[in-house]
Antibody, heavy 116, light 109 residues
Framework: QVQLVESGGGVVRPGTPLRLSCLVS????????MHWVRQAPGKGLEWVAL????????FYADSVRGRFTISRDMSQNTLFLEMTSLTAEDTAVYFC?????????WGQGTPVTVSS | EIVMTQSPATLSVSPGERATLSCRAS??????LAWYQQQPGQAPRLLIY???SRATDIPARFSGSGSGTEFTLTISSLQSDDSAVYYC???????????FGHGTKVEIK
């Protein structure tokens, strides 16, 4: 049974870095792509980042490139999203998602609020 | 960026009736389209991938069609728990820049 459990969200001031984690069970990170997708309050879905199964090929949305970094720790079976230079526009629920092209397993999300 | 446009924004349908949701891409995406259902307070759920393939455990009343720039999600006989927001997503662009439509909210009359 595949489970994705996000953590690390919270309320932070603009510019404060934050690291999100996603504990993965039921799948092997080296066998699949993994993404972060976010949803601003009352808004639609926005793809954020993709980590390829090789663990080194990474892609980012234009809105976060240069500020966010996706990575994984195989020993902990955990996916990460390191976020820097946060602004109010980054306020959203962040979902950890499995897939390469489409997203077949989703976590329940962790909320991030950027506010002064 | 490939822009996905969904219509209508809201659809009100009686139980047992058919619901037809549309999704248009700003350029051809072949069949590289998925549909998701999101119920209030929950994560999205994959319904359809590759434009017309049903995901695991998705009821047969959900079907997808289309290719190129025009796509449709059909719910053949609406049930009360189909009340949700439905999103389309393209995965044609390379390098990856997957984009979603803004969603269609399906309400039960």
């Amino acid at each position: 049974q595949v489970q994705l459990v996000e953590s690390g969200g919270g309320v932070v001031r603009p510019g404060t870095p934050l690291r999100l984690s996603c504990l993965v069970s039921g799948i092997t990170l080296s066998s699949t792509g993994m993404h972060w997708v976010r949803q601003a309050p009352g808004k639609g879905l926005e793809w954020v980042a993709l980590l390829w199964s090789d663990g080194s090929t990474k892609f980012y949305a234009d809105s976060v490139r240069g500020r966010f970094t996706i990575s994984r720790d195989m020993s902990q079976n955990t996916l990460f999203l390191e976020m820097t230079s946060l602004t109010a526009e980054d306020t959203a629920v962040y979902f950890c998602v499995r897939g390469v092209y489409y997203f077949d397993y989703w976590g329940q999300g962790t909320p991030v609020t950027v506010s002064s | 960026e490939i822009v996905m446009t969904q219509s209508p924004a809201t659809l009100s349908v009686s139980p047992g009736e058919r619901a037809t949701l549309s999704c248009r891409a700003s350029q051809s995406i072949s069949g590289n389209l998925a549909w998701y259902q999101q119920q209030p307070g929950q994560a999205p759920r994959l319904l359809i991938y590759d434009a017309s393939s049903r995901a695991t455990d998705i009821p047969a009343r959900f079907s997808g069609s289309g290719s190129g720039t025009e796509f449709t999600l059909t719910i053949s006989s609406l049930q009360s728990d189909d009340s949700a927001v439905y999103y389309c997503q393209q995965y044609k662009s390379w390098p990856p820049a997957w984009t979603f439509g803004h969603g269609t909210k399906v309400e039960i009359k």
